[in-house]
């Protein structure tokens, strides 16, 4: 019983909190001008968002998951003293052959292709 009511005081005060942060905040209101970029006074001569690639993007993401595989990687080197050898070549080759998975996945959807 103690636990149910004290999951009730908290949800009761989290939903307190929303409805009075919703009614002290700053309302805003979209504005055609203000959305628009500044150029000196004058109308912008192109538009001043520029198209992303997202091609670009599934690159840089994919970076940094293998950077961070990496990373996790590195710490085997100080486990080699801790564990038996046979148990550090078995971490080790599940680890490497999950990343050239990973590796052959993204390499066969095409992701790694920058012209297509």
């Excluded at 005060?13 to 309302?27: G, W």
């Excluded at 486990?79 to 050239?100: R, T």
Aim: net charge neutral; proline share 3%; charged share 15%.
């Amino acid at each position: 019983m103690m636990i149910f009511s004290t999951m009730m005081l908290i949800s009761m005060l989290s939903v307190i909190l929303m409805i009075l942060a919703y009614m002290i905040s700053k309302k805003t209101f979209s504005d055609r001008e203000k959305n628009s970029p500044f150029e000196c006074g004058f109308d912008p001569k192109s538009s001043a968002r520029m198209p992303f690639s997202l091609h670009f993007f599934l690159i840089a993401v994919i970076f940094l998951i293998f950077d961070v595989e990496i990373t996790l990687l590195l710490p085997l080197i100080m486990i080699i003293q801790n564990c038996n050898l046979i148990e550090f070549y078995i971490i080790s080759i599940v680890f490497v052959i999950i990343l050239l998975g990973g590796l052959y996945h993204e390499w066969n959807q095409g992701a790694l292709n920058w012209s297509k």
